[in-house]
């Protein structure tokens, strides 16, 4: 918005350097190249054709703007008389809009995609109209399309009143410069009552804007006051309580000029701090090169200044907004920065204006590291945008699947969002609406949980059916939570008992869990497709009860003692993948519990039980008091449940109960195991009783 140069800021302040930056040239409608015109709208359908190919999808508030369309007709998408006070322009243009797409997601996304390519072709008309450099004017806008910085309002048709709001503000200004108040007032006032991010550039541009035909300073007024009367508007019927809070300045930056142009904190922090930190020495030394006296057009740092001044402005409502709507660097928060992202454009370009005078190498350089930066970011994006509106797809099949009536059941899904890049498809309002979309009306309701409490809670005091996202859905393994759970380690016989569940994630098949001992780095050993009904697990999980094991293990021998025992799933890496680990204690050898040995009128009165860890078949148990001659109690298989429950590998049958003869006096009882071939484990001696 600034465009006084150095020569025409003449002594008389402010005053003078208003009626400057009004008179400056305004280029006429010839000026606006044809092919400048189809190089910005190809731009656009080359990144709407990608995102096509990926697949597209609704996403939140859509379902509830279709199934309301579907209901109520057109000028019903947005039902309520608060939707309409709010934002007048926003509701007449998602009637519009809704009307038009009805419930197909690719009609909608066309239709958003003819308003980003009207935006990026009147950014393009305007600037060429007001900047004396017109490869710049062109550059702007190409940058603009290809930033990945607001690639929500591109995409997704409920945030696209921000887009609305943008190509109403380019109108408008346009219409500034062509000396015409009327429209120009009309155009500003909608984009104010569409979304309020434009309302300080929609000012200043009103007041600053040269124009080709004389505005008086009357018009002006006139046009400002529209968009005061707009906001006061606004300001008497808020859409969300108004708050005022300091946003933060680092995110800000990062969301445009760091972070935000990868669109995901993947790639490593100094990489993403590291561009954001060289745009801003970019922005330092353009300041100091303006200081300097570099302040015509073609030297760069007055276009770094206004770009810096646009994205300022298109910040300033941002100290009005609640806690509640969330600031980011990049996901579907970049629907903020609709207005703003037009300033990032205009720096990055002064900034290439700028270094092209004294090396041009870098400049090329640095357009082709831009580029790449900025196709990944939009493959990144889109990606993300394309899997979320995949998730909700998977998950109105699975609810059909799950239940015999979905649209008369109460669902609770969770137990958090699946992670696509700070892109989320779904809350419950909308996932409610989106059940009916697909499976027709009723009194079912959808309940997405944020964090697994907030699952467990749903399922367990509202009685919902409980749907788990990994048990249908291919996220992030690194971002999934627990696969599995481990209720017990033991040993079995001739290896390890092992009892607990696992799912495979992406499908509601059997997984298949490894066995790692004492951190080995191959599996010990391996259960295949673990697929044990396991009804504690269908109440609390959405994948069903078939996920469940309760087994022995074999595999290599094992030395007696202490060993760690951890389990994995397979196929699954890092930390994702790991279930649990527990630590076992292995006998080589036959050993004897002595449950109770009192001394009775009769005799030695011995109850106990005996194991060979080799076997799950009766032990060979020989018994003796004070050092007696032996007795042979022969094969044990009394049933012992308790013995099932602690070593549940060996089964129930390994107790005794007998009496031994004994004379008065008796001190002491040892037993010990005897394997068929004669040898024998270690005796267990206790002091008798009674």
Same mark, same amino acid.
């Given at each position: 918005?600034?465009?006084?140069?150095?020569?025409?800021?003449?002594?008389?302040?402010?005053?003078?350097?208003?009626?400057?930056?009004?008179?400056?040239?305004?280029?006429?409608?010839?000026?606006?190249?044809?092919?400048?015109?189809?190089?910005?709208?190809?731009?656009?359908?080359?990144?709407?054709?990608?995102?096509?190919?990926?697949?597209?999808?609704?996403?939140?508030?859509?379902?509830?703007?279709?199934?309301?369309?579907?209901?109520?007709?057109?000028?019903?998408?947005?039902?309520?008389?608060?939707?309409?006070?709010?934002?007048?322009?926003?509701?007449?243009?998602?009637? /519009?809009?809704?009307?038009?797409?009805?419930?197909?997601?690719?009609?909608?996304?066309?239709?958003?995609?003819?308003?980003?390519?009207?935006?990026?072709?009147?950014?393009?008309?305007?600037?060429?109209?007001?900047?004396?450099?017109?490869?710049?004017?062109?550059?702007?806008?190409?940058?603009?399309?290809?930033?990945?910085?607001?690639?929500?309002?591109?995409?997704?048709?409920?945030?696209?009143?921000?887009?609305?709001?943008?190509?109403?503000?380019?109108?408008?200004?346009?219409?500034?410069?062509?000396?015409?108040?009327?429209?120009?007032?009309?155009?500003?006032?909608?984009?104010?009552?569409?979304?309020?991010?434009?309302?300080?550039?929609?000012?200043?541009?009103?007041?600053?804007?040269?124009?080709?035909?004389?505005?008086?300073?009357?018009?002006?007024?006139?046009?400002?006051?529209?968009?005061?009367?707009?906001?006061?508007?606004?300001?008497?019927?808020?859409?969300?309580?108004?708050?005022?809070?300091?946003?933060?300045?680092?995110?800000?930056?990062?969301?445009?000029?760091?972070?935000?142009?990868?669109?995901?904190?993947?790639?490593?922090?100094?990489?993403?701090?590291?561009?954001?930190?060289?745009?801003?020495?970019?922005?330092?030394?353009?300041?100091?090169?303006?200081?300097?006296?570099?302040?015509?057009?073609?030297?760069?740092? +007055?276009?770094?200044? $206004?770009?810096?001044?646009?994205?300022?402005?298109?910040?300033?409502?941002?100290?009005?907004?609640?806690?509640?709507?969330?600031?980011?660097?990049?996901?579907?928060?970049?629907?903020?920065?609709?207005?703003?992202?037009?300033?990032?454009?205009?720096?990055?370009?002064?900034?290439?204006?700028?270094?092209?005078?004294?090396?041009?190498?870098?400049?090329?350089?640095?357009?082709?590291?831009?580029?790449?930066?900025?196709?990944?970011?939009?493959?990144?994006?889109?990606?993300?945008?394309?899997?979320?509106?995949?998730?909700?797809?998977?998950?109105?099949?699975?609810?059909?699947?799950?239940?015999?009536?979905?649209?008369?059941?109460?669902?609770?899904?969770?137990?958090?969002?699946?992670?696509?890049?700070?892109?989320?498809?779904?809350?419950?309002?909308?996932?409610?609406?989106?059940?009916?979309? $697909?499976?027709? !009306?009723?009194?079912?309701?959808?309940?997405?949980?944020?964090?697994?409490?907030?699952?467990?809670?749903?399922?367990?005091?509202?009685?919902?059916?409980?749907?788990?996202?990994?048990?249908?859905?291919?996220?992030?393994?690194?971002?999934?939570?627990?696969?599995?759970?481990?209720?017990?380690?033991?040993?079995?016989?001739?290896?390890?008992?092992?009892?607990?569940? $696992?799912?495979?994630?992406?499908?509601?098949?059997?997984?298949?869990?490894?066995?790692?001992?004492?951190?080995?780095?191959?599996?010990?050993?391996?259960?295949?497709?673990?697929?044990?009904?396991?009804?504690?697990?269908?109440?609390?999980?959405?994948?069903?009860?078939?996920?469940?094991?309760?087994?022995?293990?074999?595999?290599?021998?094992?030395?007696?003692?202490?060993? !760690?025992? #951890?389990?994995?799933?397979?196929?699954?890496?890092?930390?994702?993948?790991?279930?649990?680990?527990?630590?076992?204690?292995?006998?080589?050898? +036959?050993?004897?519990?002595?449950?109770?040995?009192?001394?009775?009128?009769?005799?030695?009165?011995?109850?106990?039980?005996?194991?060979?860890?080799?076997? $799950?078949?009766?032990?060979? /148990?020989?018994?003796?008091?004070?050092?007696?001659?032996?007795?042979?109690?022969?094969?044990?298989?009394?049933?012992?449940?308790?013995?099932?429950?602690?070593?549940?590998?060996?089964?129930?049958?390994?107790?005794?109960?007998?009496?031994?003869?004994?004379?008065?006096?008796?001190?002491?009882?040892?037993?010990?195991?005897?394997?068929?071939?004669?040898?024998?484990?270690?005796?267990? #001696?206790?002091?008798?009783?009674?």
């Amino acid at each position: 918005m600034l465009h006084a140069s150095a020569e025409e800021l003449r002594p008389g302040g402010a005053k003078a350097w208003l009626a400057a930056a009004r008179a400056q040239p305004v280029a006429p409608w010839s000026a606006v190249s044809r092919p400048g015109v189809a190089a910005v709208v190809a731009l656009v359908l080359a990144r709407a054709t990608f995102y096509a190919v990926q697949g597209i999808g609704f996403f939140q508030d859509d379902f509830h703007f279709v199934h309301d369309t579907r209901v109520f007709g057109w000028f019903g998408s947005v039902q309520g008389a608060h939707k309409l006070e709010s934002r007048p322009g926003m509701w007449l243009h998602f009637n /519009v809009l809704y009307g038009l797409a009805g419930d197909h997601p690719l009609v909608l996304f066309a239709l958003v995609t003819l308003l980003n390519a009207a935006a990026a072709v009147l950014l393009y008309v305007l600037l060429v109209r007001v900047l004396p450099v017109r490869r710049a004017a062109l550059a702007v806008a190409l940058v603009w399309v290809a930033l990945p910085n607001h690639t929500t309002i591109t995409v997704w048709g409920a945030a696209s009143q921000a887009l609305m709001a943008v190509l109403l503000l380019l109108l408008g200004l346009l219409l500034v410069t062509s000396g015409r108040p009327v429209g120009a007032a009309l155009a500003l006032a909608g984009s104010v009552l569409c979304y309020q991010v434009t309302i300080p550039i929609a000012v200043v541009g009103a007041l600053l804007m040269p124009s080709a035909r004389p505005l008086r300073e009357r018009a002006r007024l006139g046009v400002v006051a529209a968009v005061g009367v707009a906001t006061l508007w606004l300001i008497t019927h808020p859409t969300y309580p108004t708050e005022l809070r300091v946003p933060n300045v680092v995110m800000l930056w990062s969301a445009h000029f760091g972070t935000g142009l990868f669109g995901t904190v993947g790639p490593s922090p100094w990489l993403r701090w590291g561009v954001a930190v060289a745009v801003l020495v970019g922005v330092v030394v353009s300041l100091v090169a303006w200081v300097l006296g570099a302040r015509r057009w073609v030297d760069g740092p +007055p276009l770094v200044l $206004a770009g810096l001044a646009v994205w300022a402005l298109g910040l300033v409502y941002l100290v009005s907004t609640p806690d509640f709507v969330s600031v980011g660097d990049y996901g579907w928060v970049d629907r903020l920065y609709a207005a703003s992202s037009l300033g990032s454009a205009m720096v990055l370009v002064g900034i290439g204006q700028l270094v092209w005078r004294h090396a041009r190498p870098v400049v090329l350089a640095g357009a082709v590291a831009l580029g790449v930066l900025c196709l990944y970011g939009q493959a990144v994006a889109l990606s993300a945008w394309s899997d979320a509106g995949q998730d909700l797809v998977a998950l109105m099949h699975e609810l059909g699947r799950v239940a015999d009536d979905p649209a008369n059941t109460a669902f609770a899904v969770g137990p958090s969002l699946p992670p696509r890049n700070g892109v989320y498809a779904v809350e419950t309002v909308s996932a409610t609406y989106a059940l009916f979309l $697909a499976h027709g !009306e009723g009194d079912g309701s959808v309940f997405i949980a944020n964090d697994p409490d907030e699952f467990d809670y749903r399922v367990r005091e509202e009685a919902r059916v409980p749907i788990e996202w990994p048990a249908f859905l291919d996220v992030p393994t690194e971002t999934l939570p627990s696969l599995g759970a481990v209720g017990l380690v033991d040993q079995g016989p001739g290896g390890l008992y092992l009892d607990g569940w $696992a799912v495979q994630p992406g499908g509601r098949g059997a997984a298949d869990v490894e066995v790692y001992v004492d951190g080995g780095d191959e599996p010990w050993a391996t259960m295949a497709d673990v697929d044990l009904p396991r009804d504690d697990v269908a109440a609390v999980r959405g994948f069903g009860p078939d996920h469940g094991f309760a087994r022995v293990v074999t595999g290599p021998p094992l030395a007696e003692g202490d060993h !760690e025992v #951890c389990l994995r799933v397979a196929g699954v890496p890092g930390e994702a993948g790991a279930i649990s680990c527990a630590p076992v204690t292995i006998r080589t050898e +036959p050993w004897v519990e002595i449950v109770s040995a009192e001394a009775t009128p009769d005799g030695v009165h011995l109850i106990g039980w005996a194991i060979d860890p080799a076997t $799950a078949d009766p032990t060979q /148990v020989v018994a003796s008091v004070d050092g007696a001659p032996e007795v042979d109690l022969g094969l044990v298989g009394n049933e012992r449940g308790d013995v099932n429950g602690e070593h549940p590998g060996y089964g129930l049958y390994h107790g005794f109960d007998r009496i031994l003869p004994a004379g008065p006096g008796a001190q002491q009882v040892c037993a010990v195991g005897v394997r068929p071939d004669g040898s024998r484990g270690r005796a267990t #001696c206790v002091d008798l009783t009674g």
